[in-house]
């Protein structure tokens, strides 16, 4: 069963704080995007991560990629206000089948 | 156009009648996929589109549920007797190939309520 598995689910922060979120997924697959999605909007492609050991970072958040592990991580240091949203992480799988996990609703608060 | 373009952008419709939904994903696009979100949820694989390959349909939830691609452009997804549950955001995205790790692009989505 191809299923992806984010956490936490919601997450409130305070600026400045840093914190990692989570996403596992259940068989192989060597590739994997992470999005945004502010509300009542569509995604914004954050990442793509294309192979084990994979790392990409853009401002205060960074993404990595272990496909050993079937695990990827979107780090955020410093938070800051303008980072809430939903961050979605998506695996494509063996039939360009791409699934998402559940999504993290994160909040910044000063 | 400059992204993935879909319309209706909001459909309110009565239970029981049918309703299209239309992408027109960015020019070049090879692959297509189109997903529904319901209120303050994930995203739900319905089905993908690769070139002229046939549709893989296994995440339609039903077979009211149908999608066509004509040319390996335009997409529409039909919705047949629709019912309440079927409200939801409807989002069509786009790549230029879907094997490789070109980044994927969301449109608008379409709101659909189902009275």
């Known amino acids: 069963e191809l299923k992806v598995e984010q956490n936490p689910l919601f997450l409130s922060m305070q600026e400045g704080k840093n914190y990692t979120i989570y996403c596992n997924y259940s068989?192989?697959?060597?590739?994997l995007y992470w999005y945004r999605q502010d509300p009542g909007k569509s995604l914004e492609s954050l990442f793509v991560?294309?192979?084990?050991?994979a790392v990409k970072q853009e401002g205060r958040l960074m993404a990595s990629l272990d496909t050993k592990a079937r695990l990827s991580t979107l780090h955020i240091t410093a938070a800051v206000h303008d980072l809430s949203a939903t961050y979605f992480c998506?695996?494509?799988?063996?039939?360009?089948?791409?699934?998402f996990g559940a999504g993290t609703r994160l909040t910044v608060k000063p | 156009g400059a992204g993935v373009s879909q319309s209706p952008s909001n459909k309110v419709t009565e239970k029981g009648k049918d309703v299209e939904l239309r992408c027109d994903p960015i020019?070049?696009?090879?692959?297509l996929y189109w997903y529904r979100q319901s209120l303050g949820q994930g995203l739900e694989f319905l089905i993908y589109?690769?070139?002229?390959?046939?549709?893989?349909k296994s995440g339609l939830p039903s077979d009211r549920f149908s999608a066509e691609r004509t040319g390996g452009s335009v997409s529409t997804l039909t919705i047949q007797r629709t019912q309440q549950e079927d409200s939801a955001v409807y989002l069509c995205?786009?790549?230029?190939?879907?094997?490789?790790?070109?980044?994927?692009?969301f449109g608008e989505g379409s709101w659909l309520t189902v009275v």
């Open positions: 995205a786009s790549s230029f190939r879907a094997d490789s790790g070109n980044t994927i692009y």
């Open positions: 068989t192989t697959s060597d590739r």
């Open positions: 991560l294309l192979s084990n050991g």
């Open positions: 998506a695996v494509v799988f063996y039939n360009n089948d791409m699934r």
């Open positions: 020019s070049g696009h090879t692959a």
């Open positions: 589109f690769q070139g002229n390959s046939a549709p893989d």
